[in-house]
Structure formats: C-alpha cells, structure tokens
C-alpha cells in the first residue's frame, strides 16, 4: 500500500460534542491536502460541502446510541444526502439488538439504504456486544444490503479490535474506528481485513507512513 492508498482509506474524523465549524473546516484542510476522507456531524454537512467540495463527506446518522426512531434516522439520513453528504455512518438499534429484536435492527438498517443512493456503513458498537450478538449484526447488516459494518463511534468505551475486524470481515468490508492513533494500529487493522479507517488521527497515521 502506497501513500495514495492509504490516506484514501483513512475517514479523517471530528464528532465530538465541542466540534465547531472552524475545527470542521481544519479537518477539511488536512483531509484535502493529504488526501483524505472527512467524518463530520450532520450539522456542519451543507457548509463542509460547500467548502471542500472535493473531499468525500460522510456524517453520522443516529448518533452515538442509535436510538432515534426510524422515521427519525430516515429523516436525517435523506437531509444529510440532500446537504451533500458521500457517505453514512449509523448506529443501529444497540439494545434492540441485545433484546434479540432482530427484525427492528434490521428493519432500522433498510429504512437508511432504501432513502438514500449513498453508501451506509452500519456502527455496530462492538466493546457493547458479545461475539454471538457481533455475527448477528453483521448478518442483519449484510441482509439489509449495507455497504461496510464499522467497529465504534469512539463514545464507548473500547474501540477497534484487530480480532472485532477479522470476525466482522467475513460478512462485510469494514471500517475499523475507535482508539486508532498511528500507522502501526492503523496497518495492523488493515492487516486484519479493514479497507476503512476512522480516526481523528488521520494527518499523524500518513505523517508515521513517511517515517
């Protein structure tokens, strides 16, 4: 993998509950000039595009706990497509899933892939699940025609795990995220099948590539 491929895998990624314009349009910057993706909150998204329109955007949809309503995650998802959004990245329906309602979290996961023609990559929270509950959400997801399975929002505790990444790519490809600081974790998530990366980290993660 050469410098090219690598930043063109990594989400370069703001969400916290500060995030301001101006740190979104930072992010954008580094994004732009390295290569990047950009993971941003909805709010920002219509601004963001509108500021660099060639960076591939995705935001978040039921974020972080995924217990909005479905009309409600419909609803943010087809906004954030309309405000020019590339890509999606929801949370399911955690504690349906640990009910065992799999026909809720499933239902959840269509709802956004029916609305909108932009990949959605499903948070499937892994430091919550259990590895029973891991394959039945990564079974739903691949059933309900997602583009990626993603480890973590980053707001639980535990993040990306190189054994999460290998179980989750036997259904999907994914997006390993939660906790990934440098290109060591990076590679070694890679390594274990990932063909995404979300960090905030994303200018440290090239800058350790050069070496």
């Not at 909805?42 to 479905?70: K, M, N, R, W």
């Not at 998802?77 to 999606?88: H, K, Q």
Request: one cysteine or more; glycine letters at 10%.
């Amino acid at each position: 993998m050469n410098e090219t491929e690598l930043a063109g895998a990594i989400d370069h990624t703001v969400l916290g509950p500060e995030t301001t314009l101006e740190a979104v349009e930072s992010v954008l910057d580094e994004a732009e000039e390295y290569g990047m993706n950009a993971c941003i909150p909805p709010c920002y998204v219509s601004e963001a595009a509108e500021y660099a329109p060639d960076v591939t955007l995705a935001t978040v949809v039921g974020f972080p706990h995924g217990q909005h309503a479905i009309d409600a995650k419909r609803d943010e998802a087809v906004g954030a497509w309309d405000d020019g959004a590339d890509e999606l990245d929801m949370v399911i329906n955690i504690g349906r899933l640990k009910a065992g309602d799999h026909d809720a979290v499933k239902a959840d996961i269509e709802e956004l892939v029916a609305a909108v023609p932009i990949p959605v990559k499903v948070i499937i929270e892994t430091a919550l699940l259990t590895d029973e509950e891991k394959h039945d959400a990564c079974q739903l997801a691949k059933e309900a025609d997602a583009a990626f399975v993603k480890t973590s929002t980053g707001f639980a505790d535990g993040g990306a795990e190189i054994e999460d990444v290998e179980l989750m790519a036997e259904y999907l490809p994914v997006k390993a995220s939660g906790g990934i600081g440098d290109y060591e974790k990076a590679q070694a998530m890679l390594d274990a099948g990932a063909e995404r990366i979300g960090a905030s980290s994303g200018v440290e993660i090239v800058k350790d590539f050069r070496g």
